[in-house]
């Protein structure tokens, strides 16, 4: 009979923070929606649930309650990374992995064959919780036959008191610290899988908060009483999601294992005989490689969208290049101009290059579709995409951005510089309409002392600008007081040659700021 394991780590993006910054581990620490005041807390540690402090809670109702919270944002991309370096550190012990597409943190995996690689069932599953341990994380893992039994017995906390399995240390010292159970769970039949699985309780479960509420004051608390509804009565009640969790957990309804296969990239590694400072040489190596490095991806009916060359040298270590082009492509003259332009500047090389490693990342071939009629346009993305390509190939990829706006109090935490991908049509304003364009400085620029006596007037720029003319204001800003409180009085100020400063007085530093100009 096939082996089917359900790996669960509890509160996956509050381990992904902690484990970025591990000495919150002894303070009340929480993943929040955003860092504002205003940001829903969604993920709590027991010392914060200790203060009171409860998921759904406002960031600043968490602080009233425990003024040492830490607190930040865990970003989907963050966790989409970490469960695809999970995924290949799993695929160590079997090829055969689907992590959990609607609860990160949860894996199935195949079992099926691998006592004869690992002795048994029961030291495979012991080194693979070892070695997740060691990576830093606190999880569960349940081996059994039915992949909705093991899934149910891996959420469980209570799982370490029931006598149904047989049980392995792993690591006991230090998942004592962690605070979990130091035991994979292996089961020896269905039937003592089945009968684990109806004992655990059902707030453990993915279920719609509304359907579990309704439960609880039916009385309906573990997945036994839950498979023992009927099941018409269940999904007249409950819509069909519910309905399709108690065919799984009644084993109605079978849901086989569809592990996810990692695309492999085409890459190619050139290891040189002797040491290379020439960058043309390079160059030259790299240009025999990537014509067939192409031709693969071309096989595949994908493009190139980034080409990314690791340099190994003699004595300084690994050097990481990225080179992407405006659009994905497979014209290896495209991608050579590129890496010129990044090498260029560099005739001699600081050090002998010993290994060239090449990787493409690659993505489905898009055919450009045929107009009917070439229109001509004034502006060519295209040729502009190009042009910015260049740039970032001569500069680096961070020396072309744009602002973003952001959701701030202080001015200077209104915008964020993101890098540009592409450029996007213009949307010219009407020209009668009026401008006002204000120029601000990412940090605000220290201005002189204020003299108490001023005959001449305020000089903000000094004699060639003349002295401030006229002054609007002040215009009270205050923010981040869950931080460091800032208040701040902005002024508008003319100077006597027409120029228009935007300045503001810090009261906490006692000291007058240039914010930025208008114009």
Not at 9 to 27: A, I, M, T, Y
Request: proline share 8%; net charge neutral; hydrophobic share 45%.
């Amino acid at each position: 009979m096939d082996q089917t394991a359900c790996i669960d780590l509890p509160s996956f993006p509050l381990q992904l923070l902690l484990r970025k910054h591990p000495d919150w581990r002894e303070h009340p620490a929480a993943v929040v929606e955003a860092d504002t005041p205003q940001g829903a807390i969604l993920w709590i540690n027991e010392k914060a649930r200790v203060a009171g402090i409860r998921t759904g809670m406002r960031y600043a109702a968490g602080l009233s309650l425990a003024a040492g919270l830490r607190a930040a944002v865990v970003t989907p991309k963050d966790i989409e990374d970490e469960v695809a370096q999970l995924a290949e550190l799993l695929r160590r012990f079997t090829p055969f992995v689907e992590p959990g597409e609607d609860e990160p943190g949860v894996f199935w995996l195949d079992a099926k064959g691998l006592e004869r690689l690992f002795g048994s069932l029961s030291e495979w599953a012991s080194s693979l919780h070892a070695e997740l341990v060691r990576a830093g994380f606190v999880a569960s893992i349940a081996v059994g036959f039915d992949r909705f039994a093991v899934y149910a017995v891996a959420k469980d906390r209570r799982k370490g008191d029931s006598p149904l399995f047989r049980r392995k240390a792993v690591s006991e010292e230090l998942c004592k610290k962690k605070g979990t159970v130091p035991f994979p769970l292996l089961f020896d039949t269905p039937a003592a899988e089945r009968a684990a699985a109806r004992e655990v309780r059902l707030d453990r479960l993915s279920l719609p908060t509304s359907a579990r509420d309704t439960l609880l004051k039916l009385g309906v608390t573990t997945v036994g009483q839950f498979v023992d509804l009927p099941l018409d009565g269940v999904g007249v009640r409950f819509g069909p999601e519910v309905r399709r969790l108690h065919r799984l957990a009644s084993g109605a309804l079978t849901q086989p294992l569809v592990p996810d296969h990692p695309d492999v990239p085409a890459m190619r590694r050139l290891i040189l005989d002797n040491p290379e400072l020439d960058a043309s040489r390079i160059i030259a190596r790299i240009e025999e490689a990537l014509g067939p490095m192409l031709d693969e991806i071309a096989d595949k009916s994908r493009a190139l969208a980034e080409l990314q060359i690791a340099f190994r040298f003699e004595r300084l270590g690994d050097h990481l290049e990225s080179i992407q082009p405006a659009a994905p492509t497979l014209v290896p003259k495209v991608l050579l101009e590129l890496i010129r332009l990044r090498l260029q500047a560099v005739r001699q090389l600081p050090d002998g290059v010993m290994e060239i490693i090449l990787v493409a990342r690659e993505t489905p071939a898009v055919e450009k579709q045929r107009e009917l009629f070439a229109v001509k346009k004034r502006r060519d993305l295209e040729a502009g995409a190009r042009a910015l390509a260049r740039v970032k190939a001569a500069l680096g990829d961070d020396a072309v951005v744009r602002a973003e706006p952001r959701d701030a109090h202080l001015p200077e935490d209104r915008f964020a510089w993101v890098p540009l991908s592409a450029l996007t049509e213009a949307k010219p304003r009407p020209v009668d309409e009026p401008r006002l364009i204000r120029r601000l400085y990412t940090t605000p620029v220290p201005l002189p002392p204020r003299e108490r006596h001023e005959p001449d007037g305020w000089l903000l720029r000094g004699l060639a600008q003349g002295p401030v003319v006229k002054v609007n204001g002040p215009y009270r800003v205050s923010g981040q007081w869950w931080k460091q409180p800032t208040f701040r009085d902005y002024h508008f100020a003319e100077t006597k040659n027409g120029e228009h400063l935007w300045v503001f007085y810090d009261r906490a530093k006692s000291r007058w700021y240039l914010q930025g100009q208008m114009g």
